[in-house]
């Protein structure tokens, strides 16, 4: 079957089985590969996506029901103010090593810290518990996320 | 690890649902978060020739506080209940366990319903609607019935709907004044599944002594028991330091001979021991000890 | 060399950092590949059964479906793999491509099925009819090594498929005639890698040009592919082995796994590409486990604590398959053990067991229990004798003027600062104040961990181990016609950051800006022969051999600089950024030449070369490092343990470490906070647990727990680094260390904290459930330094 979905802020057709994951539909069909899977339970958080705005799991979702959905990737067309900051931290503190969980991270936090601008660290630790890394030690990324938040913060106030 | 093929179908409302329901029976299920069937699904534990996606109904998405307490839509999102006023005000302890769930992107998108109908011995909502004596509204199209859900809720992973019956919504029944609900929940790892969930709603009478005292406790892969009947004799008793070692130690006595005495059986009654001083603390007002609600 | 180093030390953001944040890596599975095929493995349900018959046909009647494979169909086109180095006491084990009539544990191959898309192989694989006979399983090392065990490998006739020892001095004689024998135990679980991007791979093959395309995420793309023509019967020059954006690895992405060799023959006898994906079940039940070690360590002391002789004894378990050398992994242990403590009379034997259980391999510091194990021993002996357990290390402990001190193990010790990392770590931990109580609900523990960390891994090594093969890396440097930099070594990157650390040694090297140096890595056509990334051996053997390298560019450079300023010699030129200079007292001053005049000579004006000088600037070097450089360190922490629960609360955690020089504090900070890290997931979470019958019942990231932000405490790392004194620029490794000390630490402060109700663990994980146990029915109680 043929499913029109709003990807990036396009609409795109695609050809898709009604079984088809989310994940893999973006990934193969798409070519958006910045959506990583790493368990497809549900557990990792590398493939979490925006779907309306909104962190889910690109694995626990097929990509039939996105119709009529917008779904947001990393790759997403202009990024906003929220995933520029983030990626700027990362960048400064080190805070990905293969990478890997990266996206996932980078999709979670961009809604999380949109909807949470005063955000404390044991708000942003809580949301973090959601993804896995296995090369960091997560130190970094608790880091990095705080520092984009303050930054964030700090455009907010002039 | 990828789902077999199935038949899909997309609704926009209850009637359709039911309707659609009665006709396919057992080949069809019901996906709402997804957030347990899609996994089950992969792991191909569950092979469903049609998948019914309810997402769009958007008459099962909604918290109404009513004249007998509080009405949440099948579909409202753990999420949503964490954060809503409405659910602060009525039941403060539901919020608490919905924001209790898993992690942010799974109670973004699981649902009330689907974790009610999936009963799963150590989730929370389920705990939540057996402590506050829930009842469901179910449709099928033989019309609409509500059951209690400690009545459904028959062994894990078991919620016995007659066929065809979907669930509309919860009920949580309005609370007395008196009342205190606390619950403590204790993780061996973060982001997944607590090991352990004890809850306890207690109504004071007018001197203070105990009017009603129901515990339900998940622990262990067995349906969590709601003890109640075992408390009958404490009624009008004041909620003391005695009365609450007394209370504690019949919960463990009761959850020891549900979950067994071999080691992680031991252990968990240990954790539940200390657990239940603190939720019988909180419950009782004694915030010295106790959490509070 | 280099008139100094300027950018070496300095903590420079990764270069790779902008392809990962803005979803532009390319990882395996992120490549496309015009038409190629999916496949998928069926595997045994079982832990130990004989395959009686295969049925494919409802398989192959599926639409989608190209080819379903068995054992037996694919021994036509692939040898065995013979583990068999000539080492006394290795038996030689063997084994094919896929099982043909036997499978030996749960996630053992069956088929493999080819199809259009995975959905259709996965559907295709529950059609393909499979009988089998259970057979008995042993999935318990010491019952494996019993007479009558059930026998995992029958053309070897036992289990035990390694059995080493090795003797320094008399251990013996010193316990037989010590004042004191003190023995202590220590039981380390099963564990994973479990890398968050999973094994993969996309096989071509050109039947035109009969060459075979590999892409695989790698950390060894040269011994990859000289495995792969091995047992396909191949050149080198056939084949291609390209190691994209990894997603991490610790050691499970090495060898070349019997799925990967799988689907190259598929892709050559098919003449169509052929990828593979493996998905997180497999990758937990098959993929490779590590780290399921048991140690017992027997001492002669006297009564100050001093330990007069030492003995090991260690039991492995390897699972159902060798991928490696049986004796590998232990043996290191074996050898390293003694570490900085002086130590002449001591001994070990290893036996290694083959259960029905997923095969083991290497794992980010294979052979991290080795600290536990001493330090562990350490504080029995201190427990036992009433004595403080900083006291007992200092009286065992290597003086520095000891220094190189020929350890009992084989290997020789220089360049570690053990006194200082210790006498600074017990400083900044508050260690005098510190005394193990209990306040009524929590109890409170310190441990500390003195580490050395065997890194590098020198081609002597291999020799002296018995172990075979080469510890040497190669580069390749390329000055280009433009004048940028071109760098290479026969590493390929997890995670690592290489990109942006080996660039700060080349720039150094050479004498340019880091941003002018290009660094490609982990592609066997593009990239010098090399022995890969393993072992920590990334900085001293890859970071050595650019360095190397960069001094004969920039040597060659100043000689064409010194022709074109009319000079005979170079005396008095230098590079400073990409320009030639007159080095002054007190500063330099340009010659108005840079690097990309020189090239474009070098190109394009051959005849203005000096006399005998050639054309082209491509350099090529390769080094092989020390035996093995060594990395010390100090781990302490406090920790607490909640007397309801037996949850464990790391309450300060702390690294003194002397890694050698650093090239980018940035990048060395991630990595010791990884390894950090990734021991104490192991030592708190982790556990493969098999059943009775060879049950794997930890296939799924909810039963293989790995640390969430919740679980991992703030790390403070203190630097109190010295120069190795055999490696260019002073360099060692230092990835591993970190898992080292984090388990002997949080081992030993959970067992001081234990002290005060009498308890002590020996087995890990250290869950609340166990530590539980140990503090209320005092299991474990006494099981702990018995006197022998
Ligand atoms: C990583 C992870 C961690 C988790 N941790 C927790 C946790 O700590 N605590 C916890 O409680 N849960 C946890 N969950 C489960 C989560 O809460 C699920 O959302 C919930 O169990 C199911 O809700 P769902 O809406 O996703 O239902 P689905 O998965 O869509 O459905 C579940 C079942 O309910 C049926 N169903 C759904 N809606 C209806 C309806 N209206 N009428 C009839 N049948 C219906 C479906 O057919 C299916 O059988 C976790 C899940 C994940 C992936
Ligand atoms: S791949 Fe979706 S959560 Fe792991
Ligand atoms: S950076 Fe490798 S998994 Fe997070």
């Known amino acids: 079957m043929i499913i029109s979905l709003t990807v990036n ?30 368990c497809e339970q549900g557990i990792c958080g590398a493939c979490t996506v925006l779907v309306d705005g909104q962190s889910a799991r690109a694995c626990l979702l097929f990509a039939v029901q996105m119709e009529g959905h917008a779904v947001t990737t990393l790759e997403g067309g202009a990024p906003s103010a929220e995933l520029r900051a983030l990626r700027a931290a990362f960048h400064t503190h080190h805070a990905q090593q293969c990478g890997f969980c990266t996206p996932g991270i980078l999709m979670t936090f961009a809604a999380y810290l949109r909807d949470h ?20 030690g997560y130190g970094p990324i608790v880091r990095a996320i705080m520092a984009a938040s303050a930054a964030l913060r700090e455009v907010a106030d002039v | 690890m990828k789902p077999a093929p199935f038949s899909y179908h997309r609704l926009q409302t209850v009637a359709e649902l039911v309707g659609l329901k009665a006709r396919l029976g057992d080949a069809a299920v019901i996906l709402a978060g997804g957030q347990s069937l899609v996994p089950m699904l992969t792991l191909r534990l569950s092979r469903p020739e049609h998948v019914i996606d309810v997402n769009d109904i958007v008459e099962m998405d909604h918290i109404l506080p009513e004249q007998d307490g509080l009405r949440i839509g099948a579909l409202v999102r753990h999420q949503h209940v964490a954060e809503s006023a409405v659910v602060a005000t009525h039941l403060p302890l539901l919020r608490r366990m919905a924001g209790g769930i898993g992690n942010y992107a799974v109670r973004q998108r699981g ?18 609607a057996l402590l506050f004596d829930a009842r469901l509204v179910l449709r099928s199209a033989r019309g609409v019935r509500t059951a209690a859900y400690r009545d459904l809720y028959r062994s894990p992973l078991n919620c016995a709907l007659d066929a065809g019956e979907v669930v509309v919504s919860v009920c949580f029944p309005r609370q007395p004044e008196a009342m205190r609900a606390v619950a403590e929940m204790f993780h061996v790892t973060a982001g997944s599944f607590p090991a352990l969930i004890c809850a306890v709603r207690l109504v004071a009478d007018a001197q203070g002594g105990l009017a009603g005292l129901t515990i339900v406790v998940a622990a262990g892969a067995v349906r969590p028991p709601v003890m109640e009947g075992m408390f009958d004799d404490l009624r009008g008793v004041r909620p003391d330091a005695a009365l609450r070692g007394e209370v504690a130690r019949r919960v463990v006595a009761h959850m020891g001979g549900l979950i067994g005495q071999d080691a992680a059986g031991r252990y968990l009654l240990s954790v539940l021991e200390g657990r239940m001083a603190v939720c019988l603390a909180g419950a009782a007002g004694d915030t010295k000890e106790g959490a509070g609600a | 060399m280099s008139e100094r180093e300027a950018y070496v030390g300095q903590p420079r953001p990764r270069r790779e950092d902008h392809r990962l944040l803005a979803g532009l890596a390319r990882y395996v599975d992120d490549i496309k590949v015009a038409g190629a095929l999916h496949a998928a493995f069926l595997r045994s349900p079982h832990g130990h059964a004989r395959i009686v018959s295969i049925d494919v046909t409802a398989a192959l009647e599926l639409p989608g479906v190209v080819t379903v494979v068995t054992g037996e169909d694919l021994a036509e086109d692939v040898t065995d793999l013979t583990v068999a180095p000539p080492i006394e006491g290795l038996r030689p084990t063997s084994m094919p491509v896929m099982p043909v009539d036997r499978v030996r544990f749960q996630g053992d191959l069956v088929a493999c099925v080819v199809a259009a898309d995975r959905y259709v192989a996965e559907e295709a694989m529950e059609r393909i009819v499979v009988e089998y006979a259970e057979l008995p399983a042993v999935s318990d090392m010491f019952a494996a090594l019993r007479d009558d065990s059930v026998l995992v490998d029958e053309a070897l006739g036992t289990n035990l498929v390694a059995r080493r020892v090795h003797r320094a001095g008399d251990p013996e004689a010193r316990l037989a005639a010590a004042p004191r024998v003190i023995e202590a135990e220590f039981h380390q679980q099963r564990q994973t890698h479990a890398p968050i991007e999973t094994r993969g791979c996309i096989a071509q093959w050109d039947p035109g040009r009969e060459h075979l395309t590999l892409v695989i995420g790698s950390q060894v793309p040269h011994p990859l592919r000289t495995q792969i023509v091995r047992r396909l019967g191949l050149r080198d020059s056939q084949v291609s082995v390209s190691s994209p954006d990894v997603g991490g690895s610790f050691g499970q992405k090495i060898a070349l796994y019997r799925e990967e060799l799988a689907i190259c023959a598929l892709a050559r006898r098919l003449g169509r590409p052929v990828r593979w994906k493996e998905d997180r079940m497999e990758n937990l039940l098959a993929a490779c486990h590590a780290r399921e070690q048991w140690c017992r360590t027997r001492a002669a002391v006297d009564d100050t604590g001093r330990i007069l002789g030492l003995t090991l004894e260690m039991v492995e378990d390897f699972g159902a398959y060798c991928f490696y050398p049986a004796n590998y992994i232990s043996e290191v242990v074996g050898i390293i053990l003694t570490g900085q403590y002086g130590i002449a009379d001591y001994g070990y034997e290893i036996r290694v067991a083959l259960t029905n259980k997923c095969g083991v391999g290497p794992m980010r510091a294979p052979m991290a229990m080795a600290s536990w194990v001493m330090e562990g021993t350490l504080d029995v002996i201190a427990r036992r004798l009433g004595l403080d357990p900083a006291e007992v290390r200092r009286r065992n402990m290597l003086a520095d003027q000891a220094l190189p001190y020929a350890m009992p193990g084989g290997e020789t010790l220089l360049d570690v600062n053990c006194a200082e990392t210790m006498e600074t770590a017990l400083d900044e931990i508050g260690y005098a104040a510190h005394r193990p109580h209990d306040d009524g609900r929590y109890l409170y523990g310190l441990g500390l961990c003195n580490v050395v960390e065997s890194t590098t891994y020198g081609s002597r090594f291999y020799k002296n181990s018995g172990i075979g093969g080469s510890g040497h890396e190669a580069a390749r440097i390329i000055v280009e016609p433009d004048g940028t930099v071109s760098a290479s070594v026969g590493m390929a990157a997890a995670g690592q950051g290489y990109e942006t650390t080996f660039a700060q040694v080349v720039a150094d090297g050479v004498g340019v800006r880091p941003d002018d140096v290009a660094v490609t890595l982990g592609h066997s056509d593009t990239s010098p022969y090399g022995m890969g990334s393993r072992g920590g051996r990334g900085a001293t053997a890859g970071g050595g051999a650019l360095y190397l390298c960069a001094a004969e560019v920039r040597a060659h450079l100043l000689r064409l600089a010194a022709h074109r300023l009319g000079l005979n010699a170079t005396d008095g030129l230098g590079l400073r950024d990409g320009r030639i200079v007159w080095v002054r007292a007190g500063g330099s001053e340009e010659t108005g030449l840079d690097v990309a005049d020189l090239a474009r000579t070098a190109y394009f004006d051959p005849l203005a070369l000096p006399e005998g000088m050639r054309p082209g600037l491509e350099f090529y070097r390769t080094y092989d490092p020390p035996p093995m450089t060594f990395s010390n360190s100090t781990h302490a922490c406090r920790v607490r343990i909640a007397r309801e629960t037996g949850r464990l609360e790391i309450l300060d955690y702390l690294v003194v470490e002397n890694c050698g020089t650093v090239i980018n504090p940035l990048v060395v900070h991630g990595q010791q906070a990884g390894a950090v890290a990734m021991g104490l997931s192991g030592t708190l979470l982790e556990n493969v647990v098999y059943d009775q019958a060879g049950r794997n019942l930890s296939a799924t990231f909810a039963d293989y727990t790995i640390a969430t932000v919740a679980d991992i405490p703030a790390i403070r790392i203190i630097a109190r680094a010295t120069p190795s004194s055999r490696t260019p620029l002073g360099l060692k490794g230092m990835a591993e260390g970190g898992v080292m000390g984090a388990i002997g630490a949080v081992a030993n402060a959970v067992n001081d904290a234990l002290s005060v109700v009498g308890a002590q663990v020996t087995c890990l994980p250290l869950t609340p459930m166990r530590l539980h146990a140990a503090i209320h029915d005092g299991i474990g109680r006494a099981a702990q330094g018995q006197e022998g």
Do not use: F, K
Request: charged share 20%; net charge negative.
């Open chain 1, 9 to 38: 802020g396009e609409v795109r057709d695609v050809a898709v089985e009604p079984h088809y994951l989310l994940s893999d539909v973006l990934r193969d069909r798409l070519d958006l590969t910045a959506t990583h899977v790493g």
């Open chain 1, 117 to 136: 601008p005063d955000c404390d660290e044991a708000g942003v630790r809580a949301v973090l518990g959601g993804n896995l890394c296995r090369c960091t």
């Open chain 2, 111 to 128: 649902t009330i319903g689907g974790s009610l109908v999936l009963a799963d011995p150590a989730a929370h909502m389920p705990l939540a």
